[in-house]
C-alpha cells in the first residue's frame, strides 16, 4: 500500500514536470508532447485497436525469442558447465561473441532471414541466451558436490542425473540469469523491431515518427516501460517461487 | 598413561566385560576389509597431505562399529574410501572380498548435513534409491509411506527439507537408506549438528531401526558417550596422519544405561585412549 503511494507521487511528480516544462519553454507539440495529447493518443490507437494488435505481435516475437534462448542457454550451460574440457574451448569463443551488441547482427539476420517476424526475434533471441549461458555454466561448475555423491551412491545415472539432480540442484542460481536475460531482452526488443520489422511496439515507435506523431512515440514507449515492469515484477515472483520449490527455502 | 586400562586398572577392565583387543584385518568372516590404506592428498600445490597411514582392519556381517578420534583424524576420509567415493592411495578396501571401485547402492551412506535434496519433499527424497530400481510405482510408494511413518514422519511427507528441523531431516536420510535395503550403511557424524536431547533420541532410533535387518553399520564420530552407547566394537583413531590407535569391544547389551557405573567406565577407557600421548 505504502509501494503504490510512493509510486503515484512519483508519477504525479513526473507528470507535474513534464507539464510544467511545456508550459515553460513553450515547446511546440511535435517536439515535446504535452501528457493530453499522449493521453488522446492512446485512446485513439487503443479504440482503433492498432495498440492491442502491436502489443500481441511484440509479445509473441518476444516470447519466442525469449524462450527458446532459455531453453538452449540452459541445455548447452548444463552440457558446457558440465564437461569442463569442452567449455575451456567455447569459452573464449563465448567472451568474444558476448560484448557484441546483439543489433550488429542486424545485417546479416536480415540477409539471410528478411523482414518480418523472425530478426526482431533473433534480436531478442541473441541478447537473452548470452545470460542465460553463462549463469548456468556457472552454477554447475558450482554444483553442491555433495548432491553429486548422493546421486552416485543411489545410483542415478546420466542422462537422469541431468534432469533429476543437476538441473533441479541449480535452478535457483539460473533463475538470476533469467531475470537477467529478461530485462537484456526486453531492451534490445524495441530495436530489433525497430530495424526489421512492419509491426510491434518497436516499429510503432518509427511510424509514428515519420507520421511526426511524436504523441505516439510516447504512447509506445510507456507502453514498453510498463509491460518491462510487469514482466520484471513476474519474474521475481518467479524467483521466489523457484527458491521455495526448488531451494533452501524462502530466500530473504 | 600410555596403556590406560592395562595398566593399574587390568582387573577393573576384566569386571567390566571390557577386552582391549588388537585390529584383526584379515578375518576371514570380515564383510568389509582394509589391508595397508593410506591416503595421500596431494594437489600438487600444496605439500602433500597424508590424511591415513597404514589402516587395516575388517568389519563382520552385522557388526555396528564406531570410528572415534579427533577433528582431523581422517575419519571422513575413511567414510568416502569404504563408501567408494575415493580410492585409497596405497592398499586396498574390499567389500564382501569384492575391491570397492565406485560407490554402490548397497552400501548407503548418511552424510552430516544429511544429504537432503532440497527440491524434493520428504517422500520424493526417500523415493531416490528407489527410482532407479525396477518396482512398480504402488509399491513404491508403499514402500516409502511405510518408512516415513517409521521415522515418524507421516504429517511431513509432502513437507520440503528446510521445513523441518534437523533430527526431522536426519530422520528422512535414514529412511532414505533403509528403503534400498542396503547391505552397509556408512555413517559420517549423522548427529553431529543436533542437540544433546534429539541425540540420545536418534542414536535410540539408530539401534532401533537400522539393526532390525540385521545391516551392518559404520558409523564415525567423536563423541564418546554416542559409540559406547551404540557400538559393538569402537575403533579409535589418532590424527596426523589418521592411525587406528586401539579397538575396544563392548559387550553391554541394547538398550545401554547411559547412567550405569559399567558405560562410565567404559566411557572412561575410551577417552583416556583418546586423549593419551602416543
Ligand atoms: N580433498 C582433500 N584434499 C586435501 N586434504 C584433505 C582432503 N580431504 C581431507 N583432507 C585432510 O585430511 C585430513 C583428514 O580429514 P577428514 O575430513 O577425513 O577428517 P575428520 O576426521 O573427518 O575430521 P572432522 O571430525 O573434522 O570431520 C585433514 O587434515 C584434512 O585437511
Ligand atoms: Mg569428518
Given at each position: 500500500?505504502?509501494?503504490?503511494?510512493?509510486?503515484?507521487?512519483?508519477?504525479?511528480?513526473?507528470?507535474?514536470?513534464?507539464?510544467?516544462?511545456?508550459?515553460?519553454?513553450?515547446?511546440?507539440?511535435?517536439?515535446?508532447?504535452?501528457?493530453?495529447?499522449?493521453?488522446?493518443?492512446?485512446?485513439?490507437?487503443?479504440?482503433?485497436?492498432?495498440?492491442?494488435?502491436?502489443?500481441?505481435?511484440?509479445?509473441?516475437?518476444?516470447?519466442?525469442?525469449y524462450l527458446s534462448a532459455c531453453a538452449l542457454g540452459i541445455a548447452l550451460g548444463l552440457v558446457c558447465g558440465w564437461l569442463t574440457r569442452l567449455w575451456a574451448v567455447t569459452e573464449p569463443v563465448v567472451h568474444v561473441l558476448r560484448p557484441i551488441?546483439?543489433?550488429?547482427?542486424?545485417?546479416?539476420?536480415?540477409?539471410?532471414?528478411?523482414?518480418?517476424?523472425?530478426?526482431?526475434?533473433?534480436?531478442?533471441?541473441?541478447?537473452?541466451?548470452?545470460?542465460?549461458?553463462?549463469?548456468?555454466?556457472?552454477?554447475?561448475?558450482?554444483?553442491?558436490?555433495?548432491?553429486?555423491?548422493?546421486?552416485?551412491?543411489?545410483?542415478?545415472?546420466?542422462?537422469?542425473?541431468?534432469?533429476?539432480?543437476?538441473?533441479?540442484?541449480?535452478?535457483?542460481?539460473?533463475?538470476?540469469?533469467?531475470?537477467?536475460?529478461?530485462?537484456?531482452?526486453?531492451?534490445?526488443?524495441?530495436?530489433?523491431?525497430?530495424?526489421?520489422?512492419?509491426?510491434?511496439?518497436?516499429?510503432?515507435?518509427?511510424?509514428?515518427?515519420?507520421?511526426?506523431?511524436?504523441?505516439?512515440?510516447?504512447?509506445?514507449?510507456?507502453?514498453?516501460?510498463?509491460?518491462?515492469?510487469?514482466?520484471?515484477?513476474?519474474?521475481?515472483?518467479?524467483?521466489?517461487?523457484?527458491?521455495?520449490?526448488?531451494?533452501?527455502?524462502?530466500?530473504? | 598413561?600410555?596403556?590406560?586400562?592395562?595398566?593399574?586398572?587390568?582387573?577393573?577392565?576384566?569386571?567390566?566385560?571390557?577386552?582391549?583387543?588388537?585390529?584383526?584385518?584379515?578375518?576371514?568372516?570380515?564383510?568389509?576389509?582394509?589391508?595397508?590404506?593410506?591416503?595421500?592428498?596431494?594437489?600438487?600445490?600444496?605439500?602433500?597431505?597424508?590424511?591415513?597411514?597404514?589402516?587395516?582392519?575388517?568389519?563382520?556381517?552385522?557388526?555396528?562399529?564406531?570410528?572415534?578420534?579427533?577433528?582431523?583424524?581422517?575419519?571422513?576420509?575413511?567414510?568416502?574410501?569404504?563408501?567408494?567415493?575415493?580410492?585409497?592411495?596405497?592398499?586396498?578396501?574390499?567389500?564382501?572380498?569384492?575391491?570397492?571401485?565406485?560407490?554402490?547402492?548397497?552400501?548407503?551412506?548418511?552424510?552430516?548435513?544429511?544429504?537432503?535434496?532440497?527440491?524434493?519433499?520428504?517422500?520424493?527424497?526417500?523415493?531416490?534409491?528407489?527410482?532407479?530400481?525396477?518396482?512398480?510405482?504402488?509399491?513404491?510408494?508403499?514402500?516409502?509411506?511405510?518408512?516415513?511413518?517409521?521415522?515418524?514422519?507421516?504429517?511431513?511427507?509432502?513437507?520440503?527439507?528446510?521445513?523441518?528441523?534437523?533430527?526431522?531431516?536426519?530422520?528422512?536420510?535414514?529412511?532414505?537408506?533403509?528403503?534400498?535395503?542396503?547391505?552397509?550403511?556408512?555413517?559420517?557424524?549423522?548427529?553431529?549438528?543436533?542437540?544433546?536431547?534429539?541425540?540420545?533420541?536418534?542414536?535410540?532410533?539408530?539401534?532401533?531401526?537400522?539393526?532390525?535387518?540385521?545391516?551392518?553399520?559404520?558409523?564415525?564420530?567423536?563423541?564418546?558417550?554416542?559409540?559406547?552407547?551404540?557400538?559393538?566394537?569402537?575403533?579409535?583413531?589418532?590424527?596426523?596422519?589418521?592411525?587406528?590407535?586401539?579397538?575396544?569391544?563392548?559387550?553391554?547389551?541394547?538398550?545401554?544405561?547411559?547412567?550405569?557405573?559399567?558405560?562410565?567406565?567404559?566411557?572412561?577407557?575410551?577417552?583416556?585412549?583418546?586423549?593419551?600421548?602416543?
Amino acid at each position: 500500500m505504502r509501494n503504490l503511494i510512493n509510486a503515484l507521487i512519483g508519477l504525479a511528480a513526473i507528470l507535474a514536470i513534464w507539464e510544467g516544462l511545456i508550459i515553460v519553454g513553450k515547446y511546440p507539440p511535435a517536439l515535446l508532447p504535452p501528457p493530453t495529447k499522449v493521453l488522446a493518443g492512446f485512446r485513439e490507437i487503443a479504440v482503433s485497436g492498432a495498440l492491442v494488435e502491436h502489443v500481441l505481435v511484440t509479445l509473441r516475437r518476444f516470447f519466442m525469442g525469449y524462450l527458446s534462448a532459455c531453453a538452449l542457454g540452459i541445455a548447452l550451460g548444463l552440457v558446457c558447465g558440465w564437461l569442463t574440457r569442452l567449455w575451456a574451448v567455447t569459452e573464449p569463443v563465448v567472451h568474444v561473441l558476448r560484448p557484441i551488441s546483439p543489433v550488429a547482427w542486424f545485417p546479416f539476420i536480415v540477409m539471410w532471414f528478411g523482414i518480418g517476424d523472425i530478426p526482431a526475434t533473433v534480436i531478442i533471441f541473441i541478447s537473452a541466451f548470452f545470460p542465460v549461458l553463462l549463469s548456468t555454466v556457472a552454477a554447475t561448475r558450482l554444483i553442491n558436490p555433495l548432491y553429486l555423491k548422493v546421486a552416485r551412491n543411489f545410483g542415478v545415472k546420466q542422462p537422469l542425473l541431468m534432469s533429476k539432480i543437476i538441473l533441479p540442484a541449480i535452478f535457483p542460481n539460473i533463475v538470476t540469469g533469467l531475470h537477467l536475460a529478461l530485462g537484456a531482452a526486453w531492451i534490445f526488443m524495441v530495436a530489433g523491431e525497430m530495424l526489421g520489422a512492419q509491426s510491434g511496439l518497436g516499429f510503432l515507435i518509427i511510424d509514428a515518427r515519420n507520421g511526426f506523431r511524436t504523441d505516439l512515440v510516447v504512447c509506445a514507449m510507456i507502453t514498453i516501460g510498463v509491460l518491462g515492469l510487469i514482466f520484471d515484477r513476474a519474474i521475481v515472483i518467479f524467483e521466489r517461487w523457484a527458491n521455495r520449490v526448488w531451494g533452501v527455502g524462502p530466500a530473504a | 598413561m600410555g596403556q590406560p586400562g592395562l595398566g593399574s586398572g587390568a582387573s577393573r577392565v576384566s569386571d567390566l566385560k571390557l577386552v582391549k583387543t588388537e585390529p584383526e584385518p584379515n578375518e576371514a568372516s570380515a564383510l568389509i576389509e582394509l589391508k595397508g590404506v593410506s591416503m595421500v592428498f596431494d594437489d600438487g600445490r600444496r605439500p602433500a597431505w597424508r590424511s591415513l597411514a597404514d589402516i587395516s582392519f575388517g568389519v563382520k556381517r552385522g557388526e555396528f562399529v564406531c570410528f572415534v578420534g579427533p577433528s582431523g583424524c581422517g575419519k571422513t576420509t575413511l567414510v568416502n574410501l569404504m563408501a567408494g567415493f575415493e580410492r585409497p592411495t596405497q592398499g586396498s578396501v574390499a567389500i564382501g572380498g569384492r575391491t570397492v571401485l565406485a560407490p554402490s547402492i548397497r552400501h548407503v551412506t548418511i552424510f552430516q548435513d544429511y544429504g537432503l535434496l532440497p527440491w524434493r519433499t520428504v517422500k520424493k527424497n526417500v523415493e531416490l534409491g528407489l527410482e532407479s530400481q525396477k518396482i512398480p510405482a504402488r509399491e513404491r510408494a508403499q514402500k516409502v509411506e511405510a518408512l516415513i511413518k517409521r521415522v515418524g514422519l507421516e504429517n511431513f511427507i509432502n513437507h520440503h527439507p528446510w521445513q523441518l528441523s534437523g533430527g526431522m531431516r536426519q530422520r528422512v536420510a535414514i529412511a532414505r537408506a533403509l528403503a534400498v535395503e542396503p547391505e552397509i550403511i556408512f555413517m559420517d557424524e549423522p548427529l553431529g549438528s543436533l542437540d544433546a536431547l534429539t541425540r540420545m533420541a536418534l542414536q535410540e532410533e539408530i539401534l532401533a531401526l537400522c539393526r532390525e535387518k540385521g545391516t551392518t553399520i559404520v558409523l564415525v564420530t567423536h563423541d564418546v558417550e554416542e559409540a559406547v552407547f551404540l557400538a559393538d566394537r569402537i575403533i579409535v583413531m589418532t590424527p596426523g596422519p589418521g592411525r587406528i590407535k586401539n579397538v575396544f569391544t563392548v559387550d553391554m547389551p541394547h538398550k545401554r544405561d547411559r547412567g550405569s557405573a559399567e558405560f562410565a567406565r567404559t566411557r572412561r577407557a575410551v577417552l583416556n585412549e583418546m586423549t593419551a600421548v602416543v
